[in-house]
């Protein structure tokens, strides 16, 4: 089945730095979704991506939807303490597919 | 709007025994996703419902797990003779349309242990 890969596992960073993670898949998504999830809690969605090459800000996250249709980033600046938990990337598998795959997260630690 | 809410927050059981969750959608929300997640992983899809139909199942929905949405408004998961590789984080999310995988708000989740 499709799966998504994100990279890294997980990153320790200095409060201040900008992030950059990735996810990518084997096969084309047509829609590209970024979530967070604090400890303990439900993912929350951050950015929502429709079309190839789409560029979207939420606040301090940037997210595109890659060229290709096979992968997306997502990217946040001046990292805060706040920002600590794991990302997911998730899309629907195929076009009008009304479930979600998931990546296996990148898991954000800032250092004090 | 309270957002999705989820019964109990935590359940610890024994192997062999039976346990239900439940789920209550943001109101007027007529989809209704079940996920289970384990640690290190992303969720995976479960089952969904629109309305009071159930729609579609998951592989990993083995004949122990049932669930139902009966007047179309909360949902309940069971797990019949729970085994240790149930141990899971077992999400709920609503959306208000019919092909709305931008708009799935989840909930906090229930977390099983079996011992």
């Known amino acids: 089945g499709q799966q998504l890969n994100q990279s890294p596992q997980s990153m320790f960073i200095q409060e201040g730095e900008d992030v950059s993670m990735n996810c990518t898949s084997s096969?084309?998504?047509?829609?590209w979704l970024w979530y967070k999830q604090d400890p303990g809690e439900g993912p929350v969605l951050l950015i929502a991506?429709?079309?190839?090459?789409e560029l979207t800000s939420n606040g301090r996250l940037t997210a595109q939807f890659g060229i290709t249709r096979k992968d997306s980033f997502l990217n946040i600046s001046a990292s805060i303490p706040s920002d600590v938990g794991i990302y997911f990337c998730a899309g629907p598998p195929f076009r009008g597919d009304d479930k979600i795959i998931f990546g296996k997260g990148t898991r954000l630690h800032i250092l004090p | 709007d309270t957002g999705v809410s989820q019964d109990p927050r935590h359940k610890i059981t024994k192997r062999g025994q039976n346990v239900t969750f439940r789920c209550d959608p943001i109101?007027?929300?007529?989809?209704l996703y079940w996920y289970r997640q384990t640690l290190g992983q992303g969720p995976e899809f479960l089952t969904y419902?629109?309305?009071?139909?159930?729609?579609?199942k998951s592989r990993l929905l083995s004949d122990r797990f049932s669930a139902e949405r009966p007047k179309g408004s909360f949902s309940t998961l069971e797990i019949q003779r729970t085994e240790q590789g149930d141990s899971a984080m077992y999400l709920c999310?609503?959306?208000?349309?019919?092909?709305?995988?931008?708009?799935?708000?989840f909930g906090p989740g229930t977390r099983l242990t079996v011992l």
């Open positions: 096969s084309i998504f047509n829609t």
């Open positions: 999310a609503s959306s208000p349309r019919d092909i709305a995988t931008d708009t799935q708000y």
């Open positions: 991506l429709y079309k190839a090459g």
């Open positions: 419902f629109q309305n009071e139909a159930q729609l579609e």
């Open positions: 109101s007027e929300h007529n989809r």
